[in-house]
T-cell receptor
């Protein structure tokens, strides 16, 4: 079955630690995205990548970093510089060109204490 | 700047009745796409329906239909014959489709509407 996997579903970290969230897709999609969702709110774009080895900042990139070394993978690192990292993180992908719906992964709920 | 507004934080509907979830948008682009997603308590985002700005007919997908009024910049979701499983948060989103320019493909989301279906 094609889809997007994110692991783990729940992640707990101590303040000051970097943490990496994984996102893998086997849909052969060119474009991948990371969104952040706070309780009762909509999604906000953190980073996106339209092609391997290239990515751009979204609306709230500060305190985050990404890499896109393979088409299938787009990991997100939440650094200690991110002031309020506790949130629900969703990864998405699509075929690029803005013509297709975005498919979402199941999400990772990160709690930092 | 592009913006999506969902003015109903929460809605109730009786099972088997129809319900309309409101969405208005703001964009200066002529070419764009409008989406509705459903987010149950598990957190996954489920695509429901899509409407292109140049589509002349309102989109329909099963029990979901999109009431698209371009001049009013509204894209309301209509769910017919509500079911208990429809209880979830619903998000309206927009994506620009600017031809000839770099297209991020990013979706701009509204704040969402929580729908509760009563038995």
């Amino acid at each position: 079955d094609g889809g997007i996997t994110q692991s783990p579903k729940y992640l707990f970290r101590k303040e000051g630690q970097n943490v990496t969230l994984s996102c893998e897709q086997n849909l052969n999609h060119d474009a991948m995205y990371w969104y952040r969702q706070d309780p009762g709110q909509g999604l906000r774009l953190i980073y996106y990548s339209q092609i391997v080895n290239d990515f751009q900042k979204g609306d709230i990139a500060e305190g985050y970093s990404v890499s896109r070394e393979k088409k299938e993978s787009f990991p997100l690192t939440v650094t200690s510089a991110q002031k309020n990292p506790t949130a629900f993180y969703l990864c998405a992908s699509d075929g690029g060109q803005g013509e297709y719906e975005q498919y979402f992964g199941p999400g990772t709920r990160l709690t930092v204490t | 700047a592009q913006k999506i507004t969902q003015t109903q934080p929460g809605m109730f509907v009786q099972e088997k009745e129809a319900v309309t979830l409101d969405c208005t948008y703001d964009t200066s682009d002529q070419s764009y796409g409008l989406f509705w997603y459903k987010q149950p308590s598990s957190g996954e985002m489920i695509f429901l329906i899509y409407q292109g700005s140049y589509d002349e007919q309102n989109a329909t997908e099963g029990r979901y239909s999109l009431n698209f009024q371009k001049a009013r910049k509204s894209a309301n979701l209509v769910i017919s014959a509500s079911q208990l499983g429809d209880s979830a948060m619903y998000f309206c989103a927009m994506r620009e489709r600017s031809i000839g320019s770099s297209n991020t493909g990013k979706l701009i989301f509204g704040q969402g509407t929580t729908l509760q279906v009563k038995p």
